[in-house]
């Protein structure tokens, strides 16, 4: 038998179909969208197929039969009619000024035209597309199709720019609000992007735009769920296992711990990365394979600009308002976060309408926090995992001293532009550092502002930690014993071992510590 073959980077429905590559079947909910509604929208985070849902639908609009064998559109679809299809493709450009999206919409537009003709007094792009939707109609009598992918790229990659982000937006409406003049000539219509963004933005006149990106009927309809797993990938975790030296039983929890846990609405089931999962399949090896293909620097910048306490994105509580939709004028990054995949919906309180999110699985957490290490502390990128290897090790063989004056160089030439809320940014470094270690150890944390009350627990130690700022490392062993924070672990077996810190801003480090065991 020949090996299987992973889809890994094949977008292309048609491509991955005829060389035999592994599809696990959507098409049911396709035929479910393309026969109970015509404009849709859908936000999914990267490599999560949507690039490929696009191109299936693609070729199911172009009738091609032939690729649908064996799938359930196959006995689903009876007519398989051709339709004319504008296949717009955003994510194939950088947007590093206006030119750059006028000359990617003007090259598609012209393409169109080739095929169905222009007219001069057509001047504006938005007038073009319209003009060539029209003729593609009268021309082969059928309404046509419109698939957008990665509709948001202009968007999210200026961000950091709030004026050429407008100029991106006053470009996108008019040219997106065609589908609702034209809705007399669409037989259907697909936007897809990692983000929605709203109120003023580039779907304020498109109101005939159905979201799917929280709709409980479309929630598989990209990404891999564990009853796909267990219904079409048992050899593949097989094999896995039997590579890593595992029980097929190991190798699935694995699975499960590094990859599932997105959950786009609530009260469903969680869905598995597909890129991490087919790698690490192709690979036969876990790894943080959606990190490796790169984290976009938008959102660290987005976390710095707002100031945003890193506390709170563990453990935000946010409306369906605020996560179906992000607003260019806000400056709450949790939204972009959530959308871009990492973060996702782990609670909902159903009386008030909010959710508690957190990070997915481990891959996003580890890879996320490692990934804000180095815009925060002082530490070199290629070194920070390094780094956090030799806190644990510290850690685990009881070496206090080690531990902290490795965190000491953390907080060394802190920036003077981070100086003006020190506070917040010995919080943030904090956060991080003790996120990451706990990946390794047992962390167990409250936070108020300005201070942190931390247990971390190893196979030998129960380490109780209370920080101060601006205090003194006395005055935190003393609130240790006063308040009996080692009393829970007097029977446990483990030494106890209780540090009281002191954090000063007129140094921007930590000034000095305390250990008692």
């Not at 504006?124 to 009268?138: D, E, N, T, W």
């Not at 050899?235 to 890593?244: G, I, K, R, S, W």
């Not at 996702?344 to 580890?366: M, W």
Request: with cysteine; proline share 3%.
């Amino acid at each position: 038998m020949s090996p299987r073959l992973y889809p890994i980077g094949i977008q292309n429905f048609e491509s991955l179909r005829k060389d035999g590559y592994l599809y696990i079947d959507k098409t049911a909910l396709i035929h479910q969208m393309v026969t109970t509604g015509r404009y849709y929208f859908l936000s999914r985070p990267r490599r999560f197929g949507k690039s490929l849902l696009i191109s299936t639908l693609e070729a199911y609009f172009q009738g091609k039969k032939e690729l649908f064998e064996g799938l359930a559109m196959a006995s689903l679809e009876q007519e398989w009619l051709e339709y004319p299809i504008f296949h717009l493709d955003l994510n194939i450009s950088k947007y590093a000024s206006v030119t750059d999206l006028m000359d990617i919409l003007n090259r598609n537009v012209t393409a169109w035209e080739e095929l169905y003709g222009s007219d001069s007094s057509e001047r504006s792009l938005p007038l073009r597309f319209a003009g060539v939707i029209q003729r593609a109609y009268k021309q082969t009598g059928r309404r046509v199709v419109i698939l957008v992918d990665e509709y948001d790229k202009p968007l999210l990659q200026t961000l950091h720019d709030e004026d050429l982000q407008g100029e991106m937006r006053s470009i996108l409406k008019p040219f997106y609000g065609v589908l609702k003049t034209m809705d007399g000539c669409i037989r259907f219509a697909l936007l897809t992007g990692v983000t929605k963004f709203g109120k003023v933005s580039v779907f304020s006149d498109l109101n005939n735009l159905e979201d799917i990106s929280m709709d409980e009927r479309y929630v598989t309809i990209c990404g891999i769920t564990e009853a796909e797993i267990k219904g079409q990938l048992m050899e593949d975790v097989q094999n896995l296992a039997t590579n890593q030296g595992l029980t097929v039983e190991a190798a699935l929890r694995e699975l499960k711990e590094r990859y599932d846990g997105y959950h786009f609405v609530e009260n469903t089931i969680g869905i598995y990365n597909p890129f991490s999962l087919l790698n690490t399949f192709t690979k036969r090896k876990f790894g943080d394979y959606w990190f490796e293909t790169g984290t976009p620097t938008y959102l660290v910048e987005l976390l710095k600009r707002t100031k945003y306490d890193l506390y709170d994105m563990a453990h935000a509580e946010t409306s369906a308002d605020v996560l179906n939709s992000i607003d260019a004028t806000s400056y709450n990054p949790i939204p972009v976060i959530y959308q871009s995949g990492y973060l996702t919906i782990k609670d909902y309180d159903s009386r008030f309408g909010y959710y508690t999110l957190g990070f997915p699985n481990r891959e996003v957490e580890e890879g996320f926090v490692k990934y804000l290490l180095p815009f925060y502390a002082n530490v070199n990128a290629a070194k920070s995992a390094f780094e956090i290897s030799r806190f644990v090790q510290s850690v685990e063989r009881g070496d206090v001293d080690a531990f902290l004056e490795r965190l000491q160089s953390f907080f060394a030439d802190t920036p003077y532009e981070l100086a003006r809320d020190l506070e917040l940014h010995y919080q943030n470094v904090l956060f991080i550092v003790f996120r990451l270690v706990g990946l390794y150890t047992q962390v167990e944390y409250h936070t108020n502002r300005g201070r942190i009350d931390l247990v971390l627990k190893t196979d030998r130690y129960i380490y109780i930690m209370e920080f101060k700022l601006n205090g003194t490392a006395e005055e935190a062993m003393r609130q240790i014993e006063e308040k009996g924070y080692a009393e829970p672990f007097a029977h446990d077996g483990r030494e106890v071992i209780k540090v009281g810190i002191n954090f000063s801003s007129a140094v921007r480090n930590i000034e000095r510590w305390v250990v008692n065991s």
